[in-house]
């Protein structure tokens, strides 16, 4: 066998081996791309909402205090909250080409950094023939839920179409 | 040096080698990931000799009133036995079984276990865990089949 070969073979061995292990230990792959790190990290405790909902400045100050997101702690190391900033501030509501995004970024008062996205008033507006009783739904729960009702939201669609209020 | 050790080899091992000691860096079997915490617990003191399930269990069962004034434990989300799927405190979405016998992506991945401890024992502890505490909670976990 030349060395070539017996480089090439090692080298197939060892890729065996790596793939191998891993589905062995069954460990989640590391997400690669800043997109796949937000879906992964941001939908570990709610839906990852699409970054075109709120202003790149929003975006920054959400992910500068993640210890302290909405009263409980979030926190990721330096390298993933970087990444991910990238990817939100890069897809943020002034970037955005929708006219959804645009939508929600005109609701936003000039010097405002907005948080929740649930508090926005073209949100308010869309939502104004909910009644209380329907937030409080076991399957919806809060209005932070998006896909309980809007069937498309995890793909960034929420037209009234594909709204559908569990039972 | 054997022929075969040649720059060529090593251009074709080297990213195979260096996803390996990544893997290794992170991915583990929950036995070799509480075998960490066993050899920290040892750095930290010398006297310690093994973790505890039953402590753990007790840890995770344990209701401890929060600041927020609610009572709440690991079980508040977690549900009572870590074999269940449990559910997010605020925002329901459902977490997947803690247990490694019904779920087997459990504690095989060091970095993603200390980034739950670090925000959960902040969440309901309101203080960071010490390494005692993350092996007893671990081998509790895995004496539930």
Known sequence: MRSSQFSAACGAFLSMYVLAAAAQTGTPQAPSGPAAMWKAECASCHMAYPPGLLPERSWRKMMAELDQHFGQNASLDAAATKAILGYLAENSAERGTSRRSARFLGAVPANAIPLRITANAHFVREHREVTPDVWKLPKVGSPANCNACHSDAEEGSFSGRNVKIPR | ?145
């Open chain 2, 1 to 145: 040096m054997p022929n075969f050790v040649s720059t060529k080899f090593l251009r074709a091992a080297l990213p195979v080698l260096l996803a390996m000691s990544w893997m290794g860096a992170h991915a583990a079997s929950p036995g070799e990931l509480l075998q960490g915490y066993a050899a920290q617990s040892r750095k930290e003191d010398p006297a310690f000799k093994e973790f505890s399930a039953s402590a753990g269990d007790k840890f995770y069962h344990a209701s401890v009133k929060h600041s927020s004034g609610r009572q709440i434990s690991c079980a508040t989300c977690h549900t009572d036995s870590p074999r269940n799927a449990g559910k997010h405190d605020k925002t329901s979405k459902e977490i997947p079984p803690l247990a490694p016998s019904v779920n087997k992506t459990r504690f095989t991945d060091s970095g993603n276990a200390e980034k739950w401890f670090k925000r959960n024992c902040q969440d309901v502890l309101e203080r960071a865990c010490t390494t005692q505490e993350k092996g007893n909670f671990i081998a509790y976990i895995l004496s539930v089949k």
